[in-house]
């Protein structure tokens, strides 16, 4: 069968508005003419006709169905991009998001600026889908591991370093269990669960109806961040820290790791204005 590519986009735009504004929706769009169609915008923009198999249809139309529900499109298509990156992702990990994409360049470009930094170590703490170590590993030569409490999670992470041709050490561990890290890193990143259940109203539905809790919500906001204090305060050979934060307790978690050193740490803003990351060393 034959469609216009612009009888779609009404069409998606009509049933999404409820839930998705329209830029929002134009995008979305792209990506599933890309996907289920292998057209581009440029082929929109030109009104194009497309002609497509009946059983592609009936996937594009169940992908509809899915979105008016409020999944989220990453999860329907199964993967989404990542600092360059494609990274699979299904209901066991959260969907990566542009702002963690600002902490992994802010740790590339200041390891690309170490003199003889090759060898440091980098761990990420709760890797998830492995978005983070992954980007790390396909833009630095140094060695990169991820910690994940959920198996699921490491499971998926694994068959994202393989696709992505990147190599990580990948190992199921709990926060609360750091000590037993293999390896000890000298740089670690983390974006661990910092949602407070206080601001769970304020969530989209599609987050917390699809994504996985574990990993956006903390009851305690400073948990984590606690937990990777102690064990940088412990490990000396921890030279770098680089976390994202809950604006609410940024300035919390930054004295926490000022009391260790107190010049050696930095707040930045996300594009909102809200203290969003933390880098630390120690001098
Ligand atoms: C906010 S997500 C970040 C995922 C990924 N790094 C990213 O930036 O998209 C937090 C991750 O921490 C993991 N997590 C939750 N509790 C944990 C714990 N006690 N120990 C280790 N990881 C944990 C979750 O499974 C989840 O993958």
């Known amino acids: 069968m034959e469609i216009s590519l612009s009888e779609l986009k009404k069409e998606l735009l ?48 169940k992908a509809i169905s899915r979105l008016i529900h409020g999944e989220p499109i990453q ?32 740790v590339v470009s200041d390891v690309q600026q170490m003199h003889v930094s090759d060898d440091l170590r980098i761990a990420d703490l709760g890797t998830g889908s492995g978005c983070i170590a992954i980007a790390l590993a396909s833009q630095l030569q140094n060695p990169v591991s991820a910690i994940d409490v959920s198996p699921d999670a490491i499971k998926l992470a694994r068959k994202n370093a393989a696709s992505n041709q990147v190599n990580i050490g990948l190992q199921e561990l709990d926060l609360e269990h750091l000590y037993d890290m293999k390896g000890r890193p000298d740089i670690i990143v983390s974006n661990p669960p910092y949602v407070m259940t206080i601001e769970k109203e304020q969530l989209e539905t599609n987050v917390i109806d699809h994504e996985p809790h574990i990993a956006l919500f903390a009851e305690d906001p400073l948990y984590f961040y ?58």
């Open 226 to 283: 606690e937990l990777i204090f102690k064990y940088v305060k412990r490990h000396t050979k921890v030279k770098y820290v680089y976390l994202e934060l809950n604006h609410l307790t940024a300035d919390q978690v930054a004295g926490l790791f000022r009391s260790i050193d107190h010049d050696g740490c930095q707040i930045r803003k996300d594009m909102r204005g809200y203290k969003r990351y933390l880098k630390w060393y120690r001098k």
């Open 75 to 106: 999860y329907i298509l199964g993967y989404t991009e990542f600092f360059n990156c494609r990274i699979q992702v299904n209901k066991d990990v959260l969907i990566p998001r542009p702002e963690t994409e600002v902490l992994v360049d802010w």
């Open 14 to 61: 009509e049933k999404t508005q409820n839930i998705y504004s329209d830029n929002e929706a134009k995008t979305i769009f792209v990506w599933l003419i890309e996907h289920y169609f292998h057209a581009t915008s440029k082929d929109f923009l030109m009104d194009k006709r497309v002609s497509i198999a009946t059983d592609t249809f009936l996937k594009y139309q």
